[in-house]
Structure formats: structure tokens, C-alpha cells
């Protein structure tokens, strides 16, 4: 077994040229995907940049702050994740708050690759995962796992959260 290290002590300054605050480690990398860990400080950013052939999913989790796909923005917090697709300019940044993430980049493949690890790793999913009382010299066997459906709660903005700039009044 090799245990694989990453959080403080072991990460670097890095990312795209521009990237400002953010310190990260490879977790794993092969020929199928890389797995980072970025550590974003207050007022950090991943410049908007573009990976030519690679789907990532960008996984807060803890902290909050703004992610960027094409030329739209969203405020992300932990416990949600976004895709950033192949081709397309993405980035993230914080404002006053820290944020860590997982960046899974998955070579050469598009969202279906992301479906597609999801739905094999359910499908491996055996009764002594689950917690079944299973006997030690009993082999373990599949059981039938389907993926959860749901959605986020609406989140309401608050009034010292809203952004005067949009030119509204509140």
C-alpha cells in the first residue's frame, strides 16, 4: 500500500502564468487522470486558461469562492463541484474567504469519462462495503446500488451578499 501525501508541508506555489495565492500538490498522476490539491488563499485566482483535450471536475471542499466556465460565474462553496470541459476557459478565485479543492483531470476524456468513473466505482459496490454481516471465508458479492438523485437548496442571497455592481436596487 502507498500512502499518497498532500496538504500543508507538501504544497507549492504554482498554476497558470498569472495565477496569484494558490498553492497546490499532484496527489497522483497517470496516464488516465491527475489528481491536485489546490489551497487558495484570501484574494487568490487560477487565471482563466483553457486545457485543449481534458475534462476536469473542480471539488470544493472547504471554503468558498467563485469559479468561471466560458464567460460565466458562479459562487461556489464547499460540497459542490463544477466541470470544466475541454477547450473551454475556466478558472477560479476567491474574495475574502480561503477555499480548497480537488481537481480531477481526467486525459482525453469528456463529461461521459466522469459518468462513467462514477458509475463504475457504484458498480463495484459489494454487501461487505455496505456493512453486511458477512463471514470472514464468505466471498463478498455485488449489491445493486443505484446514484442518488437530488439538487442543491436554493440559496438566498442575503442583503450584505448582494452585488451592487449589477446595477438593481435591493
Given at each position: 500500500m502507498e500512502i499518497l501525501r498532500f496538504g500543508p508541508g507538501h504544497r507549492r506555489?504554482?498554476?497558470?502564468?498569472?495565477?496569484?495565492?494558490?498553492?497546490?500538490?499532484?496527489?497522483?498522476?497517470?496516464?488516465?487522470?491527475?489528481v491536485s490539491e489546490l489551497a487558495f488563499g484570501r484574494y487568490a485566482m487560477v487565471v482563466p486558461?483553457?486545457?485543449?483535450?481534458?475534462?476536469?471536475?473542480?471539488?470544493?471542499?472547504s471554503g468558498a469562492g467563485w469559479v468561471q466556465v466560458g464567460d460565466e460565474r458562479a459562487r461556489i462553496n464547499h460540497g459542490e463541484a463544477v466541470v470544466w470541459p475541454p477547450g473551454?476557459?475556466?478558472?477560479?478565485?476567491?474574495?475574502g474567504t480561503d477555499m480548497r479543492a480537488i481537481v480531477i483531470e481526467l486525459t482525453g476524456g469528456g463529461v461521459e469519462a466522469i459518468e462513467g468513473v462514477a458509475h463504475a466505482a457504484l458498480?463495484?459496490?459489494?454487501?461487505?462495503?455496505?456493512?453486511?454481516?458477512?463471514?470472514?471465508?464468505?466471498?463478498?458479492?455485488?449489491?445493486?446500488?443505484?446514484?442518488a438523485e437530488g439538487s442543491l437548496a436554493e440559496r438566498n442571497v442575503t442583503r450584505d451578499e448582494y452585488d451592487h455592481s449589477e446595477g438593481e436596487p435591493w
Open positions: 506555489l504554482g498554476g497558470p502564468p498569472g495565477t496569484q495565492n494558490v498553492e497546490g500538490a499532484v496527489i497522483l498522476a497517470d496516464d488516465r487522470a491527475v486558461h483553457e486545457n485543449p483535450d481534458n475534462t476536469a471536475l473542480f471539488v470544493v471542499i473551454i476557459p475556466h478558472g477560479a478565485y476567491t474574495d458498480d463495484e459496490v459489494t454487501d461487505a462495503d455496505v456493512g453486511a454481516d458477512v463471514d470472514d471465508d464468505t466471498p463478498a458479492t455485488p449489491v445493486p446500488v443505484t446514484p
